[in-house]
Nanobody
């Protein structure tokens, strides 16, 4: 089992920045990849970014490419999401996720059902 706890959400003005953190504990060595997703009211959960725990290769959704940066600190078992140039449409609950499943294609890690561990989420609200 892997436990994930997000932090760093809050209220920010449009154009501002936030950094989300996700502390992982438990059998973290079994994780191949970790990712960030978000879910706005009335919408499906949306992929944002993923990073391979070994090697560090990344993959981003087009909607956040160039504005958001995913990173990880293996020593601290912590995942980060640096969010810049925030827009009101970025308002959502943000979730981190981990998966112990191996996929040969990084694109496979963009799917919600590719992940078997989820955090409780942290609210991000961007005011206009």
């Amino acid at each position: 089992q892997v436990q994930l706890v997000e932090s760093g959400g809050g209220l920010v003005q449009a154009g501002g920045s936030l950094r989300l953190s996700c502390a992982a504990s438990g059998r973290t060595a079994s994780s191949y990849a970790m990712g960030w997703f978000r879910q706005a009211p009335g919408k499906e959960r949306e992929f944002l970014a993923t990073i391979m725990w070994i090697g560090g290769s990344t993959y981003y959704a087009d909607s956040v490419k160039g504005r958001f940066t995913i990173s990880r600190d293996n020593a601290k078992n912590t995942l980060y999401l640096q969010m810049n140039s925030l827009k009101p449409e970025d308002t959502a609950v943000y979730y981190c996720a981990a998966t112990s499943r191996y996929y040969s294609r990084n694109y496979s890690y963009t799917a919600v059902n590719s992940y078997n561990y989820w955090g409780q989420g942290t609210q991000v609200t961007v005011s206009s």
